[in-house]
C-alpha cells in the first residue's frame, strides 16, 4: 500500500543518513524498521501488563497453591 507521509526536514535528513549507513534499498525500508520495533516495543509493555494484572489476581494465588505440591 503507498501511503504518503509529511516529517520535519531534520527527520527526512535522519531518514537519508540511517539509510545510506545501514544500505537499504529506500526510506521506506528504514521506516518499515522502525514501525517493527515501535511494534514489539507495544507487545513487550501488552506482557509486561498482563504479567502484573496476572500476578495481582486471586488466580495467581490459588494456581501458586496449587501447583506448590510439585505435581
Keep these: ?37 515501535l511494534q514489539k516495543r507495544a507487545l513487550e509493555e501488552d506482557y509486561r501488563a498482563a504479567g502484573e494484572e496476572w500476578q495481582s489476581s486471586e488466580d495467581a494465588a490459588l494456581w501458586d497453591r496449587a501447583s506448590g505440591d510439585g505435581l
Excluded: G, I, N, T
Aim: charged share 25%.
Design 1 to 37: 500500500m503507498k501511503l504518503s507521509v509529511s516529517l520535519p526536514e531534520p527527520q527526512v535528513d535522519f531518514l537519508d543518513h540511517y539509510q545510506q549507513r545501514h544500505r537499504l534499498s529506500s526510506r521506506s525500508e528504514v521506516l518499515q524498521l522502525a514501525l517493527k520495533l
